[in-house]
Nanobody, 115 residues
Framework: QVQLVESGGGLVQPGGSLKLSCAASESISRLNPMGWYRQARGKQRELVAFISSGGSTNYRDYAKGRFTISRDNAKNMLYLQMNNLKPEDTAVYIC?????????WGQGTPVTVSS
């Protein structure tokens, strides 16, 4: 059972930046892929970005050029650097990891973009 704990969310003004972190309870070297999802109030959960164990990344169109996903296998950490945040980015951001064919989820960290 992989446990994932997110941190780094908060309130930020439009145009601001946040860096989200996800700490895994065990080595992430076998977790492939790892990713970030988000769920806005009243909406379905959606993929933001994912990264393979080899470092290949994939982003949703709205995240391209603004968000950067990265992982540190030595620290068992996943990150999401978010720049130029917009009000529509307001959501709970949730860490995901896949081990073999099983998905694991964190509890999420809320991000609010508002002036």
């Amino acid at each position: 059972q992989v446990q994932l704990v997110e941190s780094g969310g908060g309130l930020v003004q439009p145009g601001g930046s946040l860096k989200l972190s996800c700490a895994a309870s065990e080595s992430i070297s076998r977790l492939n892929p790892m990713g970030w999802y988000r769920q806005a109030r009243g909406k379905q959960r959606e993929l933001v970005a994912f990264i393979s164990s080899g470092g290949s990344t994939n982003y949703r169109d709205y995240a391209k050029g603004r968000f950067t996903i990265s992982r540190d296998n030595a620290k068992n950490m996943l990150y999401l650097q978010m720049n130029n945040l917009k009000p529509e980015d307001t959501a709970v951001y949730i860490c995901n990891a896949r081990l073999d064919w099983e998905d694991f989820w964190g509890q999420g960290t809320p991000v609010t973009v508002s002036s």
